[in-house]
Nanobody
Framework: QVQLVESGGGLVQAGGSLRLSCAAS????????MGWFRQRPGKEREFVACIHWSGSFTYYADSAKGRLTISRDSAKATVYLQMNSLKPEDTAVYYC?????????????????WGQGTQVTVSS
C-alpha cells in the first residue's frame, strides 16, 4: 500500500514562493510517475506537473511552465513542487498522486494513489 502526504501549503502574497512536499510511504520504485494536481475553487481537478521517479522525465501544464518546478529525492521518497511567482489564480488545493504506468499522465483518473491535499492560498 502506498500513502502520500502533502505538506508545505500556506498563505502567500502574489509574487511569493512556496515549496510543496509529498512524502511517500510504502512501496515506491523508479518506474512510477509522480504527479501534482490542483483543484481551484469552482473548478475541476487539473494537472500541474509530473515526474518519472527516475528523474529523467518531467512534464508541465502550460500554466506551470517557467514558474513551477517538480523534483524528487529518491532517498527521502519525496517529491517536491517549487512554486515561484505565485499568482492569485494559483490558489487551490494541491494534491500529490502516483501512477504505475506512464500513460495518460495528465489525466487524474489514471492515477492510482492520492494524498489528502494541501491548501495554497495566494493573496493579491
Amino acid at each position: 500500500q502506498v500513502q502520500l502526504v502533502e505538506s508545505g501549503g500556506g498563505l502567500v502574497q502574489a509574487g511569493g514562493s512556496l515549496r510543496l512536499s509529498c512524502a511517500a510511504s510504502g512501496r515506491t520504485s523508479s518506474g512510477v510517475v509522480m504527479g501534482w494536481f490542483r483543484q481551484r475553487p469552482g473548478k475541476e481537478r487539473e494537472f500541474v506537473a509530473c515526474i518519472h521517479w527516475s528523474g529523467s522525465f518531467t512534464y508541465y501544464a502550460d500554466s506551470a511552465k517557467g514558474r513551477l518546478t517538480i523534483s524528487r529525492d529518491s532517498a527521502k521518497a519525496t517529491v517536491y513542487l517549487q512554486m515561484n511567482s505565485l499568482k492569485p489564480e494559483d490558489t487551490a488545493v494541491y494534491y500529490c498522486a502516483q501512477k504505475i504506468v506512464m500513460n495518460q499522465i495528465t489525466t487524474a483518473q489514471s492515477y492510482n494513489y492520492w494524498g489528502q491535499g494541501t491548501q495554497v492560498t495566494v493573496s493579491s
